[in-house]
């Protein structure tokens, strides 16, 4: 069983409310799971081996300010996350065409620079045909926990 850390990139709450949707569903599949919207550094997950990254997009494809000091830090320090292995949900709305879902994107691109493998396909959520982006995940959830 492993044991996962789910990141929170938000600044409105739709990547949290997700994150706290999914938690019970990964509990319940027998892994040990926490939540953090604060994590800045490599060191913090040093005792997660897969992490969990829902993350939404602000601005012109940017990422949200509490999640902003990880990105920064993976992708300066590029730290050796070889053993650890991550997945994306990336939160975004199709009205930004250019910059759909630019912040998971970006995310999922600092994760595997740094040696991270890649668990599934990235879940991306169009807030302009999805009210309910927990609904949208609580679905994708059944297939990724089942490869981790
Ligand atoms: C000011 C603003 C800018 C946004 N910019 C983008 C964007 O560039 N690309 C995108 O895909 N979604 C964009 N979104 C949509 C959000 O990513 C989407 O609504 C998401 O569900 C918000 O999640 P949160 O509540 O966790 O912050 C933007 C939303 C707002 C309010």
Not at 17 to 23: F, G, K, S, Y
Not at 94 to 110: S, V
Not at 123 to 144: F, M, N, Y
Request: aromatic share 4%; proline share 4%; charged share 20%.
């Amino acid at each position: 069983m492993a044991s996962i850390l789910i990141l929170v990139g938000t600044e409105s709450g739709n990547a949290q409310m997700v994150a706290d949707a999914l938690q019970p569903v990964l509990k319940a599949a027998g892994h040990s799971v926490d939540v953090s919207d604060k994590a800045a550094r490599a060191t913090d997950f040093l005792g997660n081996d897969v992490l969990l990254v829902v993350c939404a997009t602000h601005g012109s494809g940017d990422i949200p300010t509490n999640i902003l000091p990880l990105a920064e830090t993976l992708e300066h320090d590029r730290p050796d996350l070889s053993g650890h292995r991550y997945g994306i949900i990336a939160l975004g709305d199709m009205t930004y065409q250019d910059t759909f879902c630019g912040a998971g994107k970006k995310l999922d691109e600092i994760f595997a620079r740094c040696g991270a493998a890649r668990i599934g396909e990235r879940l991306e959520v169009d807030a302009s045909s999805q009210p309910l982006p927990d609904e949208e995940a609580l679905t994708w959830i059944e297939g990724w926990k089942a490869l981790v």
